[in-house]
């Protein structure tokens, strides 16, 4: 993939450029050679003598004298010389007067830092009017990781935090910085009234690429709702670009199903006006644990949510092994009132489990019975069905006296009789005690 940005994307007005001294004295003395004299090269360069002089000692008495971006794309145009020749000759860039200049690394190439920065400048973030990157968070850790990504992955960056009141804080960059996540694919200004789009260069980045990226903009933008078992995304656009917005959301899900997390349909929030929020969900154990462990949060108090949603997950699956264990070890079939307090469990939550472990076909039940006996599944007992019959073909007996030839529990009994009885193999009277015979 080719670089994402270079020198060439700053040779326009009004970026100013920052060269070693070694280039810059060497562009000037092949230029002078070529050209003849300072008056000439000045009216070759369009610029005046003063303006060429502080150039060619490289300061001013303000500090470093930087070249501007239309100025120093002549000069190359002078000398045949293409920006890449000169570009690891850049020490700073600069837009404008503004005093904030970027010790840029250019060029730039995919890197998660930068995936990261993108992410921040589509969700909490923006690239204002002026072009400063703007970013407002409540989190000290969230703008912390910004700065950080910023220097590792642009270069050292002035910036200002301002306390906005109310927990938050609002971070500006240098124009330099967001004129450079515009190339990277973030729109400048009002993202709302415009297209939500996920770069290239993202969506088919490496996995830290991508996880870099969910995870900046899931800190940013997501809800994780310990109580109703889900993780949420949503965003707002106008109406005229909710396509869009839902196109964003399915890249989205692309990316989230690249690491084996599913998700469900993206739907409407809300409608206020001429916007809409759109948002999508993750739910389930399994999706849960795969985010926490592939993507992450950054932000602790959502790291913290979604270690609560996972562990009220673990304890549910873990309460359910044990109702299971329970019933597998028990020499006699049970109730569930027998189950909750073999357990010590509340009778609701267990009959829920029980109820969960027959439709996974790990344990059986009885049928028209009265409580419920579970057992092991049929397939894994002795056929006592076989038996019972094979007693009621010799003689009618009751439930108390098949129990007892049997060696069987009583409740046990009765509750094949019942299952017995409904598949229509075998009748009782309607005395009491019952007397069972075949059908």
């Known amino acids: 993939m080719k670089d994402l940005v270079n020198l060439n994307d700053f040779l326009i007005e009004p970026f100013?450029?920052?060269?070693?001294?070694?280039?810059?004295?060497?562009?000037?003395?092949?230029?002078?050679?070529?050209?003849?004299?300072?008056?000439?090269?000045?009216?070759?360069?369009?610029?005046?003598?003063?303006?060429?002089?502080?150039?060619?000692?490289?300061?001013?008495?303000?500090?470093?004298?930087?070249?501007?971006?239309h100025l120093l794309k002549n000069l190359l145009s002078i000398l045949?010389?293409?920006?890449?020749?000169?570009?690891?000759?850049?020490?700073?860039?600069?837009?404008?007067?503004?005093?904030?200049?970027?010790?840029?690394?250019?060029?730039?190439?995919?890197s998660p830092e930068l995936s990261l920065l993108v992410a921040k400048a589509l969700g909490d973030g923006c690239i204002c009017s002026d072009w400063r990157f703007d970013y407002k968070n409540n989190s000290m850790e969230l703008l912390d990781e910004v700065i950080m990504a910023v220097e590792k992955a642009i270069g050292k960056s002035k910036f200002t935090l301002n306390d906005r009141g109310n927990n938050c804080y609002d971070l500006k960059f240098s124009p330099v910085?967001?004129?450079?996540?515009?190339?990277?694919?973030?729109?400048?200004?009002?993202?709302?009234?415009?297209?939500?789009?996920?770069?290239?260069?993202?969506?088919?980045?490496?996995?830290?690429?991508?996880?870099?990226?969910?995870?900046?903009?899931?800190?940013?933008?997501?809800?994780?709702?310990?109580?109703?078992?889900?993780?949420?995304?949503?965003?707002?656009?106008?109406?005229?670009?909710?396509?869009?917005?839902?196109?964003?959301?399915?890249?989205?899900?692309?990316?989230?199903?690249?690491?084996?997390?599913?998700?469900?349909?993206?739907?409407?929030?809300?409608?206020?006006?001429?916007?809409?929020?759109?948002?999508?969900?993750?739910?389930?154990?399994?999706?849960?644990?795969?985010?926490?462990?592939?993507?992450?949060?950054?932000?602790?108090?959502?790291?913290k949510s979604l270690e609560i949603l996972n562990a009220s997950y673990l304890d549910l699956h873990k309460t359910k092994n044990q109702i299971f264990e329970s019933i597998i070890n028990s020499s006699i079939p049970l109730n569930t009132l027998d189950v909750a307090k073999i357990n010590n469990l509340n009778h609701k939550s267990v009959a829920s489990h029980l109820s969960n472990l027959f439709h996974e076909g790990k344990i059986g039940k009885s049928k028209d019975t009265n409580p419920v006996i579970w057992w092991l599944p049929d397939a894994k007992l002795p056929n006592n069905n076989d038996r019972i019959i094979e007693l009621l073909g010799k003689k009618e007996l009751t439930a108390n006296n098949i129990s007892k030839n049997l060696s069987l529990d009583y409740k046990y009994v009765f509750s094949l009789l019942k299952h017995l009885e409904y598949k229509k193999l075998v009748k009782h009277s309607n005395s009491h005690p019952m007397v069972w015979n075949i059908n």
């Not at 008056?39 to 500090?63: A, F, P, V």
Request: aromatic residues 10%; positive net charge; proline residues 2%.
């Open 177 to 303: 910085i967001g004129y450079i996540l515009y190339l990277l694919g973030v729109p400048k200004s009002y993202k709302i009234n415009q297209e939500a789009k996920i770069p290239y260069w993202i969506m088919n980045g490496d996995v830290d690429i991508k996880r870099n990226f969910l995870r900046a903009i899931y800190d940013d933008e997501s809800c994780v709702d310990a109580k109703g078992k889900r993780i949420i995304f949503a965003l707002g656009k106008t109406k005229e670009f909710e396509a869009s917005l839902k196109n964003f959301l399915d890249s989205m899900r692309d990316m989230l199903k690249s690491f084996g997390i599913d998700s469900a349909r993206i739907n409407l929030q809300k409608e206020y006006g001429k916007n809409v929020i759109l948002r999508f969900g993750i739910y389930g154990r399994n999706n849960f644990q795969r985010f926490q462990e592939k993507i992450g949060f950054t932000n602790t108090q959502k790291s």
């Open 16 to 69: 100013y450029v920052d060269l070693s001294d070694e280039c810059r004295i060497s562009l000037i003395n092949k230029s002078l050679s070529k050209i003849g004299s300072k008056e000439n090269l000045s009216n070759k360069l369009n610029c005046s003598k003063k303006s060429l002089n502080e150039i060619i000692m490289g300061q001013t008495r303000y500090g470093r004298r930087f070249i501007p971006a």
């Open 80 to 110: 045949s010389l293409d920006a890449i020749d000169i570009e690891s000759y850049v020490l700073h860039l600069k837009r404008g007067r503004n005093t904030r200049e970027v010790a840029v690394n250019l060029p730039l190439n995919p």
